[in-house]
């Protein structure tokens, strides 16, 4: 066995090690998920008012993201600075892409509205959650739009789709947009998140830059919390909250297509077919039973 076969059979064993690793990290995500969901629901039936919503949140970020990033760092061996630079795309971004990132972020949320709003009428129920007072709504920035933004990321963008790309980033990016949907556990905001989903996709790609990620979905979030809050004053009438999404849509695209102007298309791999790889990443036992979790969330939520 020659130096340069024996180099690829040890790249191909960790490689389909770190797949093993992150199948089960996602189980173990739904499954902490799912145990805070129904937890939840049953301290409700006995509390007078129902726990906060970004409590529930918080326990679930803690405890299913924090918990698994550790431990896929420390199993992987991503220790130091320039582990997590080459593994995970820690790395910084052109200061001029900044704006770009901002206006991208910012107007998705008024893409994800739209897309949600036929699935929200037909079930009547919205994925919206609307902060009450000020003090709630900076708990809800911090708990709800930063600390997700940050651990979503990691998982999601950096780790799921990271290792997955180096073996065909088409499928990368549909598994991890979907997982990344599904994961959220909302039926009326699934299209919405497929959509976010695939946008920080593209944001990674462009950027080379997990940071950027962070930023776009940390401001999409922070959009979507002060539209709920000040939705009452805002969209006070129909031409006004036309004008709104006509706004948030424009900038929107100008982020977007600025960003796309501004970056170099990246190479596209394709070391395993599309299709095969997508069925190796849904068919398997973790990621079934990470799949039957999420029903399990959306049942009792």
Known sequence: MTV???THRSSYREGKHQLYSIRWMLFFVVIVQTAVTVAAKIAASFLPEPPPVYLQMLVIELFAYLLPLSLYARE???LTVRDAQQ???LKSFR???LPLILLAGIGCQFFMIILDLPISLLMGQSDGYIPKTPMELAAAIIVIAVIPAVFEEFLLRGIVYGVMAELNTKAAWIFSTVMFALMHGSI???LGYLFLGAVLVIVLQRTGSLYACMIFHMVNNITALLLS???SGLFET???TIWIFVAGILIFIL???GLLLATRRPAQIRQIKTVDFLGQSFINLPVLLCLAGIIAVWYFS
């Open 4 to 6: 340069e076969e024996s």
């Open 76 to 78: 992987n061996r991503v």
């Open 87 to 89: 593994k995970l795309g």
């Open 95 to 97: 200061p001029a892409l």
């Open 188 to 190: 009326p905001g699934l």
């Open 229 to 231: 809050y000040f939705s």
């Open 238 to 240: 129909p031409a006004a």
């Open 255 to 257: 982020g977007v297509m």
